[in-house]
């Protein structure tokens, strides 16, 4: 029972940076571990980054860790991704993943029960 609409996508240089927004709306959001996603044409769904319910626990794809940074704002039912050091292979629809049943250090692992509809992030060279 949770909504979740992404937006922040866009075209970026190399080098640049970025921050995605997914906004939740439903019943109990901060009950719902959070995270992101990207897929590439042609490509796999791909693990980004993940939060835990309260925020206080994050975890990261090796590709992203030191350059992108996930945060959520209960009071405001958001979450989002800060993308700094953009490179051409981030290029992705990025997409707004939620789930109750699991914790963020097992987020990866598992298929999730409410996604977003997508943004779509193109990163030049």
């Known amino acids: 029972q949770v909504q979740l609409v992404e937006s922040g996508g866009g075209l970026v240089q190399a080098g640049g940076s970025l921050r995605l927004s997914c906004a939740a709306s439903?019943?109990?959001?901060?009950?719902?571990?959070m995270g992101w996603f990207r897929q590439a044409p042609g490509k796999e769904r791909e693990f980004v980054a993940a939060?835990?319910?309260?925020?206080?626990?994050?975890y990261y794809a090796d590709s992203v860790k030191g350059r992108f940074t996930i945060s959520r704002d209960n009071a405001k039912n958001t979450v989002y991704l800060r993308m700094n050091s953009l490179k051409p292979e981030d290029t992705a629809v990025y997409y707004c993943?939620?789930?109750?049943?699991?914790?963020?250090?097992?987020?990866?692992?598992?298929?999730?029960?409410?996604w977003g509809q997508g943004t779509q992030v193109t990163v030049s060279s």
């Open positions: 993943a939620a789930d109750k049943r699991y914790s963020a250090d097992v987020f990866q692992t598992y298929e999730h029960d409410y």
């Open positions: 939060i835990s319910r309260s925020g206080g626990s994050t």
């Open positions: 439903g019943r109990a959001v901060s009950t719902y571990t």
